[in-house]
């Protein structure tokens, strides 16, 4: 009998929130007439957007009940009210996820109301016979599960009602998938712009600055040639230091725009070579892909390679210079769908920490150009490093094989 009450209030409990939210879909149907007639003057265009926006909180608040009723989630599809004031009128009003909030919100005006009230009287009989019939002659309850069952009837409409037809769900994927690529080329660009100005600041304070140098140092040696011999070589001896300076500037500039090791070993050696110079103890673990620039049928697209070896790459210096450990591990692995890489290190943690104050302060962050560098191949990135650590960095990669 206990179990049957317990129930029977939870189901009560639910239809009285039901009733609740009938009452509120009664003010928002107002507030619908309102709007409506504010759009027609168009002075009031600007309210469809919020009111639209209300109703959704609205419908969601039903949907997370219905939920947790039912104990399936019930989903929800809407385009993103989204740019200037037409669009996003237009968006509300062609959005086919609002004409089904519309239409709930005017069945359960009556629906809900209508069930509450129907549960006042059978509690009354349910106690009445299920008092006699349970609590003195030991059967099951009889009366009191119907509320449950008036509970179950609520929750499948609304489940019918604000689950979205399946064009609305495309629709809304598809605006989400735009939504995404709009932010991960906007990331790309920013990338692009900085890995430019990188470049050139190299070049200017670096390659062109030593070739500068080794220009003069040959005026000046043809000019002491005839004079003084000696000076003349000592002054091409430094030319030529000076040279052999400016190429290694040069192929340091090269290396950071696509190091040439991945063509000459592949990924799996250019990782391993990353690990060697570390100065860390790293554990090299490599799944599904071959060794060597020659393996076909198991490299990956050279951007796909490129933005692994430098994610591996920041996820080492990180760890040499902030991670206060000298053992870390790398795993790469290929996948049907993609390339998947791991590093992890033994530090003291605090990486997310350190991205979002960098984020927050404006500064510059190797992390955050790793994101938008694996965003923009359609990757994802993992960072978790709680105090104390450890620090992993997961990037996943799609690719075609």
């Known amino acids: ?83 200037p004031l037409p669009a996003r009128v237009r968006t509300a009003v062609a959005d086919p996820g609002t004409r089904r909030d519309l239409l709930w919100a005017a069945v359960q005006i009556l629906h809900g109301i209508v069930l509450w009230c129907a ?30 069952r008036l509970a179950d009837r609520a929750a499948a409409l609304s489940r019918e009602l604000l689950t979205p037809v399946p064009s609305a769900a495309r629709d809304a994927a598809l605006a989400a998938r735009i939504e995404q690529l709009t932010a991960t080329r906007a990331g790309a660009v920013a990338a692009h712009g900085a890995e430019l100005r990188r470049i050139e600041r190299d070049l ?55 190091p040439p090791i991945l063509t000459d070993r592949g990924l799996t050696g250019a990782v391993r070579a990353l690990a060697a110079s570390s100065g860390l103890e790293v554990e090299v673990t490599v799944t599904g892909l071959a060794e060597g620039p020659d393996a076909e049928g198991h490299r990956a697209p050279a951007a796909v390679e490129a933005a692994a070896y430098f994610a591996v790459a920041e996820a080492l210096t990180n760890a040499a210079k902030h991670g206060g450990t000298d053992r870390a591990s790398v795993l790469l692995r290929r996948e049907r769908a993609g390339l ?3 590093v992890r290190d033994e530090g003291g943690g605090g990486a997310e920490e350190a991205e979002r104050a960098a984020g927050a302060g404006g500064g510059g962050s190797g992390l955050l150009g790793l994101r938008r560098r694996v965003a923009a191949l359609d990757g994802t990135v993992l960072l978790t490093s709680p105090l104390g650590g450890p620090t992993v960095i997961e990037v996943e990669l799609p690719c075609v094989w």
Request: glycine share 8%; with cysteine.
């Open 119 to 148: 549960t006042l009287p059978l509690l009354v009989v349910a106690f009445l016979v299920d008092g006699v019939w349970t609590g003195l002659a030991g059967r099951p309850a009889v009366t009191l599960p119907l509320v449950g």
């Open 340 to 342: 998947h890489v791991r």
């Open 1 to 83: 009998m206990r179990e049957a009450i317990r129930d029977a209030g939870r189901a009560w409990l639910h239809l009285a929130v039901g009733a609740a939210i009938s009452v509120l879909c009664c003010l928002m149907a107002a507030v619908a007439l309102f709007t409506a007639f504010l759009t027609l003057t168009v002075i009031g265009a600007g309210v469809l957007p919020e009111s639209v926006l209300l109703l959704r909180r609205l419908a969601g608040w039903e949907r997370r009940r219905t939920a947790e009723w039912t104990g399936r989630p019930v989903p929800e599809a809407y385009l993103p009210l989204e740019g």
């Open 204 to 258: 200017h304070d670096g390659a062109q600055a030593r070739l500068v140098a080794l220009s003069m140092r040959i005026g000046l040696a043809r000019r002491a040639y005839d004079s003084d011999p000696a000076a003349a070589r000592k002054l091409l001896d430094d030319a030529q230091e000076q040279a052999e300076e400016a190429l290694a500037e040069l192929r340091h500039v090269v290396r950071g725009i696509h």
